[in-house]
């Protein structure tokens, strides 16, 4: 993990269906960036947190806001795929699966089967 504590200049934009344009001090690092995180307090600046690919070597800052190049996290994604399932999609795709069999925990272990095959065609 590297953590920058002097200000970086720091470009972000986004657009659907455009690649996304990350730069640090006017250098693009978009290729080696995950996922990013802007957060900012009613008394601090923003803070931008850079989540890369593991094989990122870096690159040198030098600008005007905060900067945390952390590894990917994928937590956010689970977080959002979870935070979009309908539970009672959910409910009615697990009590028609034919995996069931009676045994204990069949519901959980359908609901995870189910979830997983949701997350492998999303």
């Known amino acids: 993990m590297s953590t920058y504590l002097e200000p970086r200049r720091v470009r972000i934009s986004t657009r659907p269906d455009e690649p ?3 730069e640090i001090d006017g250098r ?3 290729s ?3 996922a990013y995180r ?3 307090t009613q ?3 923003p803070e931008v947190t850079l989540y890369v ?3 990122w070597q870096g690159v040198e800052f030098n600008g005007m ?3 945390v190049a952390e590894p990917a996290d994928l937590r956010h994604v689970v977080v959002n795929f979870l935070a979009a399932v309908d539970w009672q999609k959910l409910d009615e795709a697990v009590l028609d699966r034919n995996d069931l069999n009676g045994k204990p925990g069949e519901l959980t272990r ?3 089967a189910q979830l997983t095959e949701w997350a492998k065609s999303a």
Request: proline letters at 0%; aromatic letters at 0%; glycine letters at 8%.
């Open 43 to 45: 008394d601090e600046g």
């Open 65 to 67: 806001a905060e900067v």
């Open 32 to 34: 080696a960036v995950e």
């Open 20 to 22: 996304a344009v990350i």
């Open 110 to 112: 359908g609901v995870l």
């Open 28 to 30: 693009d690092v978009a």
């Open 38 to 40: 802007i957060t900012q």
């Open 53 to 55: 690919a593991e094989s």
